[in-house]
């Protein structure tokens, strides 16, 4: 009986993987301070530099906005995930560009948070991940 309860324990779990996208959050203003309404059409782009440089992977969201507000889970879409070896290429750069308008600039650096720089220490640990 005991065997039978541990095999369906083992099949019942599930494994989760890092997963390769990530959120990001922001507000956008008019000239004049007023945040906007409705939808906008935001292409984000991860660049290899904080000026010039190449982009390594861009998608085009539309999003709807609250106060200005939005929110964003990019390479959520399995045509073009966002792959984990442009992360890796770190230093890299989020720059967005609403529909029709140049690309906003300064570019915002991408960091690692606090978790995910556990998990590399862990794939360093004796024995390998």
Known sequence: MRSVLTALCLFASTAYAVPAQFTHQGRLLDADGVPLEGEATIKFRVTDSEEGGAALWEETLMLPLTGGFYAAVLGATEDNPLDTDV???APVWLELQLDGEPAMFPRSPIHSVPYATM?????EVSGGP
């Open 119 to 123: 998990a590399t220490v862990a794939e």
């Open 87 to 89: 992360l890796s290429q």
